[in-house]
């Protein structure tokens, strides 16, 4: 189905009084209030190139390394976590966790 389509057929259903104009910015106002925001982690000067596998690895470490000094449970640790979430590949990831569990993992913990 196309999206012209799905609009006016929303806009009849749901408003039908509205113009096709007015019901475009009633639904470009509720996409806005509604909108998430995306971060990513913030540029680190450790890691100038665009290459960013040493960064991603580095923020694991970091994080692993404040949940071991502060504990699972600490919010001070969250940043680290959104930053290596943002800079890995899952697949990574998954398998760093791994290694940590059979204590095969290569980095400084």
Not at 11 to 16: G, K, T
Not at 41 to 60: E, K, L, S, V, W
Not at 63 to 82: L, M, P, V
Not at 90 to 108: A, H, L, S
Request: with cysteine; proline share 6%; charged share 25%.
């Amino acid at each position: 189905l196309s999206s012209n389509f799905i609009f006016n057929r929303l806009r009849l259903l749901f408003l039908p009084s509205l113009t096709n104009q007015t019901f475009s910015s009633f639904l470009f106002r509720s996409a806005m209030e509604d909108e998430i925001e995306l971060k990513t982690a913030p540029a680190d000067f450790r890691f100038p190139t665009t290459n960013q596998t040493r960064h991603c690895f580095t923020r694991y470490i970091e994080f692993h390394r404040c949940t071991t000094a502060k504990g699972e449970d600490s919010n001070d640790c969250e940043r680290f976590a959104k930053y290596y979430r943002a800079l890995c590949p899952g697949e990574w990831v998954d398998k760093w966790n791994e290694q940590r569990e059979t204590g095969t993992f290569p980095g400084p913990l």
